[in-house]
């Protein structure tokens, strides 16, 4: 049997802000119990919902060194769809109204949770093999690992894998003051371990002295090794490519399927699509104040509004997109600016655009399954989650070729009659624009065209049972066995 420790920041059900959420709660699940047991430590946030507080069984605490500070650790314990999960409790740094604050407080939190993940494994007595950390809240794990707890043998030989999520965030700060945090020497501050650009940066320990580096996806694999997207990091992830690979997230395929999701209007599969799926339209447009007509195209919008998600794109195009015979539903908050904009065109073109600022899963559900596109110009993804599950729910992906998306949609070939999706490559507004009106003409002159893409687009597996397949053999690889 092999011991999987997954450390991460947020895992579903009991705490998310992201995918990194998903990722850490529905991989573990996937997992082939006979030959892996995989358990989960993260945070016992003040802001978690009683429910699973309630739930929680302590198991023992005592404390611990953090540079000039002796803190207090407290375990707790619950088993939830068959996974071991380990919360760490401190209410010093994990009260406040949401888990993550800012620099340089949330650097000493997650010092502190890094260091806290090694120090209570002893005390359950669970010896993982391989650590698997995620994200920069996590980096400091392999650092302290490689660095005081090399003096007990119960440490020795234990893998570390860091995944990166998204490279924007590292978790970056002055040197002296991450010192003063962490308790580490100065061996460890120098331009080949935690130190960039005369500041320390936690993810970067972490790629550094992991074992392996992953990230969600192949293509943003090799992107991260080009100065445009590798956040100053590009020259670390060209002298770890030999440890590098990436493995595209799946998604919980018992959560989002439109035969069986309570959230939506009318259920449907691959099979009844063509008469079922139009009816959470009629539905949606009822319930938004939309113009309702079955036929007209209808294209969703369901994320954060930044400038990584390609909202200037959008922006730069929405007066000209609305002269169009198209609906287009939006969801999601973010800058202010494409909050705005989004609600400028609510009222400008109230009827054929609905803008809903504010974040509603149910809503989502509803958008994904009545929608007949799915627009996700993004300037960077490192997976993306939104397009996976637009396919599950037969709604074809508009998107640039970038990260994950590229990975995972197959842009429409009307001459071979192949695709999932369509897609552009050039972060350009009238390319993205040419791509949906392209969308917009096969869907009311080649309705046969569009249905056999709907049909390919909800026979696509991108469920994490198949991304688990894939970081079993690195466990296996790293490990040393074949």
Not at 283 to 306: D, F, H, W, Y
Not at 312 to 333: F, H, K, N, P, S
Not at 363 to 386: K, N, Q, T, V
Not at 448 to 467: C, G, L, P, Y
């Amino acid at each position: 049997m092999k011991n999987i420790l997954f450390a991460t920041s947020e895992a579903v059900p009991f705490i998310k802000t992201g995918g990194l959420a998903d990722v850490a709660g529905a991989l573990p699940k996937c997992f082939d119990k006979k030959y892996f047991d995989v358990r989960v430590i993260l945070p016992k946030y003040a802001c978690m919902k009683q429910e699973w507080k309630d739930k929680m069984d302590y198991i023992t605490h005592f404390y611990m060194d953090l540079g000039y500070k002796n803190c207090y650790v407290g375990i707790m314990h619950m088993e939830y769809q068959g996974i071991q999960f380990y919360f760490i409790d401190n209410e010093y740094y994990f009260s406040g109204p949401k888990p993550y604050d800012s620099a340089p407080w949330d650097l000493e939190k997650f010092a502190f949770f890094s260091k806290a993940v090694l120090s209570v494994l002893p005390v359950i007595g669970f010896r993982p093999d391989v650590i698997h950390c995620h994200d920069w809240q996590t980096g400091l794990v392999p650092v302290y690992l490689h660095d005081s707890f090399q003096q007990n043998e119960f440490f020795w030989n234990i893998k570390t894998v860091m995944t990166i999520h998204n490279l924007k965030f590292q978790g970056v700060w002055d040197v002296k003051t991450v010192q003063d945090i962490t308790g580490l020497s100065d061996y460890y501050f120098a331009a080949d371990k935690l130190e960039a650009y005369k500041d320390a940066n936690f993810l970067k320990g972490g790629i550094v002295f992991a074992d392996a580096v992953t990230t969600v996806s192949n293509t943003y694999a090799e992107e991260i090794k080009t100065p445009f997207y590798g956040e100053r990091l590009d020259g670390l992830m060209c002298a770890r490519a030999n440890s590098l690979r990436g493995i595209v997230n799946g998604i919980d395929y018992d959560i989002f399927n439109p035969e069986t999701d309570s959230c939506i209007a009318q259920n449907y599969n691959a099979t009844t699509f063509r008469k079922e799926k139009v009816k959470n339209k009629i539905q949606l447009q009822r319930e938004l104040g939309l113009e309702e007509n079955p036929k007209a195209m209808m294209i969703g919008i369901v994320s954060r509004l930044t400038d990584q998600k390609g909202f200037d794109l959008i922006a730069y195009v929405m007066d000209e997109l609305c002269q169009d015979a198209v609906q287009i539903v939006a969801l999601g908050t973010g800058d202010e600016r494409y909050e705005n904009m989004f609600r400028h065109f609510d009222w400008k073109y109230h009827g054929k655009v609905s803008a809903q600022i504010y974040y509603d899963e149910a809503l989502s559900h509803r958008i994904y399954a009545a929608s007949d596109a799915f627009l996700m110009p993004s300037l960077f993804e490192p997976c993306g989650l939104s397009q996976l599950i637009s396919l599950r729910y037969g709604t074809l992906p508009i998107v640039r070729e970038t990260g994950g998306l590229k990975d995972t949609v197959e842009p429409y070939n009307e001459y071979e009659g192949t695709g999932t999706g369509f897609s552009f490559r050039n972060y350009n507004a009238h390319e993205m624009l040419n791509t949906v009106r392209n969308a917009e003409r096969i869907f009311y002159d080649k309705k046969r065209e569009w249905n056999k893409m709907v049909d390919r687009a909800m026979a696509t597996d991108f469920s994490w049972n198949n991304s688990a397949r894939q970081y079993e053999e690195m466990y296996n690889w790293l490990i040393g066995e074949k």
